[in-house]
């Protein structure tokens, strides 16, 4: 198995090439978050960020992953006789599994035969034609509501050629799609990706470019070019602008990305999103640490950053 990498912008050109399968770790039926109406959200594995709060760090990385809950461990040992490398010990400590990532190969085998589920998976491979058949049995929900499928990740453009493909079957079905991306794509092909769907879903997480780097590991500026292109084609947009405490809430910072998307002449809304730690806990099962630790904002004043937005014309709505 070729080894786990971070999806970087120097390799996004090779990403996404694979025109059979893509690489999914989460799949959510009915969800009211993301985008219009009801819809079923697909989160590819992916992403070429590396935000310091994101809550979906299992969707940064685009190979499969071990994922590791050590308090379902009920002592089996199968593990143990399965991994190569002996990177797998059983304690008797509170977590009764323990990993070592520096010998893990990440060949998953131990998965395959823990049956407590203290060992699995984040990351599973699908055809189009899989995904799709997934996708289609939640179609009744996407009339009634005006609802549909939404890609994101990770980030949908670096597995482009599999998400443009699964785009165009969809609108054989009639059924709406919206692309959830942090608009970081250097290539003509994330760039038709996003031309494709019917909506995109566009992360904002600062106009500061210095900030947004120490913030993300990458530059805002391909972000902004991409966005005000995708606006400038008339395609719908929808802006979420996730809202992290002494990062990116201050006036002068709110008043700078309400400035920029008030030249948006596509721009249907902008949806504030809280900060919050609900994904900590991927972080262990990952082997990381999790290393933001910044207060939640108050909703006075996310009610002020509404306030900011909406006094230039902003249509704004708290939460996705």
Known sequence: MEACEQSRPDNAVLA??????????????????DGPGIRTTIFLKGCPLSCL???NPEGQAQCPELKVT???????????????????????????????RALCTGCLMCVEVCHAGALDRYGVWYTVDE????????????????GGVTIGGGEPTLQSR???????????????TALDTCGYTVNEEGLRALQEADMVLFDIKGLDPDQHFVDTAVSNETILRNLKHLSDLGKPIIVRMPLIPG???????VSAAAQFMAGLPSLERVDLMAYHRYGT???????RAY?????????????????????????VQIGG
């Open 162 to 176: 599999f998400v443009r493909a699964f785009v165009r079957k969809c609108r054989e079905h009639y059924i709406h």
């Open 291 to 315: 290393g933001l630790t910044v207060p939640s904002l108050p909703d006075n004043k996310v009610d002020h950053i509404k306030q900011i937005l909406e006094n230039h014309g902003l249509r």
């Open 70 to 100: 050590a308090t379902l461990c009920n002592g089996c040992g199968n593990c143990l006789e399965v991994c190569s490398t002996a990177a797998i010990a059983l304690t008797d400590n509170a977590d009764p599994v323990v990993v070592d």
């Open 247 to 253: 990062h990116n809430v201050s006036d002068r910072q």
């Open 53 to 55: 709060w994101c809550c």
């Open 16 to 33: 996404g090439t694979d025109t059979e399968r893509a690489l999914v770790f989460q799949i959510v039926h009915g969800s009211f978050v």
């Open 131 to 146: 995904l799709f058949a997934i996708a289609k049995k939640d179609e009744q929900y996407y009339g009634v509501s005006g």
């Open 281 to 287: 806990v991927k972080y262990g099962q990952l082997g």
